[in-house]
């Protein structure tokens, strides 16, 4: 019951769609059909500014943070994973929106601050790196999450939380299907670039 519970909980806070409540309240922007349609903060950056962006950013990765945290104090252990990874899903597949969220980027990036503080933020090395190479987020995004499980490992992270890197990139990469196709043509926008 109480693995039920921090699961439901982590995956409950994690959908809570910022971008699409601050775009809504502070701009009036319904993301949902402004811009790509996505409800992140790449589109609200592009649609609602870029400070609307960095609170949203902010209070996503915020929000992965904490479900790992509770968890963690909650039940120690392998748990906290889990419930990371839950909180990433709810972003993703938010009830509120009829499971039509983000894609799990700033929220993964809260959750295994916590869970592998190192390797997270190598990975967002290797985030700024190919984002200033390429002007592509969505590029930097999946170069990433790619390295995540690896540098977990790497860097000795437990099991439990490599595990949930890996899981975690195939989530991340999935939604991110379409931005790839996009780079490929050459159409997916750039960043700085407003819609």
């Known amino acids: 019951m ?3 519970l921090v699961l439901v909980a982590g995956y409950l806070l994690g959908s809570i769609p910022f971008a699409f409540l601050l775009a809504r309240r502070l701009r009036g922007v319904d993301l949902r059909r402004t ?12 649609t609602a500014g870029s400070r609307t962006a960095a609170a949203v950013v902010a209070l996503d990765v915020i929000k992965g943070a904490v479900v790992v945290v509770l968890a963690g104090r909650w039940a120690p252990g392998a748990l906290a994973p889990a419930a990371g990874l839950a909180a990433i899903l709810g972003h993703i ?4 929106l009829r499971f039509r969220g983000g894609k799990g980027v700033a929220t993964a990036f809260g959750v295994f601050g916590v869970l592998a503080p190192l390797g997270a933020v190598l990975c967002f090395v290797c985030f700024l790196g190919t984002v200033w190479v390429t002007r592509y ?5 999946v170069v990433a999450t790619m390295a995540l499980g ?5 860097t000795d992270a437990p099991t439990p ?3 949930a890197a890996l899981m975690t990139a195939v ?3 999935d939604r991110h299907r379409g931005n790839l196709a996009r780079v490929q043509a050459g159409t997916e926008s750039r960043f700085g670039q407003r819609v």
């Open 2 to 4: 109480t693995i039920a």
């Open 35 to 46: 811009g790509s349609g996505n409800v992140g903060a790449t589109n609200v950056m592009r």
């Open 93 to 96: 597949y938010p009830v509120w």
């Open 137 to 141: 987020v969505s590029l930097g995004s």
């Open 150 to 154: 690896p540098v977990a490992y790497l």
């Open 161 to 163: 939380v490599v595990v």
């Open 171 to 173: 989530l991340v990469i």
